[in-house]
């Protein structure tokens, strides 16, 4: 019997790492796109915008601004890779483009539809690039502390992602408890 997919995107972000063999890091983002069959292009774009992703004959293609600091084309890519490994229907239909830092966006009950569509997608990158597993691993114990700016830039520099996207992870699990 066939084992049912998650929907919940930390569990497919997981799931994607195991299935393409990856443990160690910093999470190697572009092969995770590249292991999906998805082509990553980075191309100078206006500022605001981070990233986009679509569908062209049967090939994921997903656009990433040149023009941002590593860190947050990383975590581009890897929300990009959120939608195709959750929404793949909704980049099948369209452009689906992506304005602003989506880290920013906080879960709400009352968000949209399509916000829901960003959060999730922000969940499985946060999930992509901060695995559970290796965020205990690197903590080994030590209680999570998030004005400690040393070692939370430490890190940052071990998991290659921004401090806010370190400090979002991490509230995110001590919400959890
Ligand atoms: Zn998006």
Redesign the pocket.
């Known amino acids: 019997m066939a084992r049912k997919q998650s929907d919940d995107p930390e569990a497919r972000a997981e799931e994607t790492l195991a299935s393409l063999n990856i443990r160690s890091l910093p999470i190697p983002v572009e092969k995770v796109a590249k292991g999906l069959g998805a082509q990553v292009r980075f191309s100078p774009l206006d500022e605001e915008l981070s990233g986009m992703i679509f569908i062209k004959d049967g090939v994921p293609i997903i656009g990433v601004n040149a023009l941002h600091h590593p860190n947050r084309q990383r975590f581009t890519i890897s929300?990009?890779i959120g939608?195709l490994v959750l929404h793949k229907d909704m980049i099948t239909a369209e452009v689906?483009v992506?304005k602003g830092f989506?880290i920013l966006m906080r879960d709400a009950i009352s968000a949209t539809g399509t916000q829901q569509?960003?959060i999730a997608?922000n969940r499985f990158a946060s999930a992509l690039l901060m695995p559970m597993s290796f965020l205990k691993q690197a903590l080994a114990g030590k209680s999570i502390d998030i004005d400690d700016e040393k070692s939370l830039e430490a890190l940052a520099k071990k998991f290659r992602v921004s401090r806010q996207a370190l400090e979002y992870r991490m509230r995110k699990l001590t919400e959890l408890g």
């Open positions: 929300h990009e939608h689906h992506d989506p569509l960003e997608a």
